[in-house]
């Protein structure tokens, strides 16, 4: 059986931190342990988890994940995924204050909203209004965790920067924030806002 693998096919990348055992044949272990490695994934007999090829000996403790040579790509998929849950949140972005060249680093927690405007994306804090290079709907796919959510067809708000919410004409929610600005919830956006919130 020919087992030679290519890396790159496999989709090597570097991800998180967590530890698994690996559990296979002499011809595999060096790939295998690459693959997993090359995801940022300790690899060290005493892990709760195994990676098991089918036919190796193994003395169960914890979990097994038992697999077949031919099934290797599943394996990668699922080293992705367990790489994937456990990377630490980037709570950053970079931006360009308005008045100035100079870019800085904000924690997601400071930023009000994010507004779009013509082909530029803004976002302010309590302060000072900066420009970003991310587009609007990066930042809602990427952000919902986050705590940000969709409120206008330009605008994606940090609920956190929400002090109180009034019913306002034309099934439209007002959003009084944290500045002392407020914010509309426009017609298209309520009913996904309120399920946001459980509302």
């Not at 000996?57 to 367990?82: C, K, Q, R, T, W």
């Not at 456990?86 to 060249?101: V, W």
Request: aromatic letters at 8%; one cysteine or more.
């Amino acid at each position: 059986m020919n087992r030679k693998v290519n890396l790159r096919q496999m989709g090597v990348r570097r991800g998180c931190y967590m530890i698994v055992n690996v559990v296979c044949s002499v011809e595999l272990q060096a790939v295998l342990t690459e693959l997993v490695k090359a995801r940022g994934i300790e690899v060290n007999s005493e892990a709760k988890v195994t990676l098991v090829e089918k036919g190796c000996d193994y003395s169960p403790h914890g979990v097994a994940i038992v697999f077949e040579y031919n099934s290797l790509p599943e394996i990668v998929e699922l080293l992705d995924l367990m790489a994937k849950k456990h990377e630490p949140a980037k709570n950053i972005i970079s931006a360009r204050r308005l008045d100035s060249d100079n870019y800085e680093i904000l924690a997601y927690e400071d930023i009000i909203y994010f507004e779009a405007a013509g082909n530029n994306v803004y976002c302010l804090t309590a302060t000072a209004k900066y420009r970003i290079k991310n587009k609007l709907y990066e930042l809602e796919t990427n952000l919902r965790e986050q705590g940000f959510i969709r409120v206008g067809k330009s605008v994606l708000l940090n609920i956190m920067s929400v002090v109180e919410i009034i019913p306002w004409f034309g099934s439209r929610l007002l959003l009084k924030l944290k500045n002392n600005h407020e914010l509309e919830v426009t017609r298209n956006y309520v009913k996904s806002f309120k399920e946001f919130l459980e509302l």
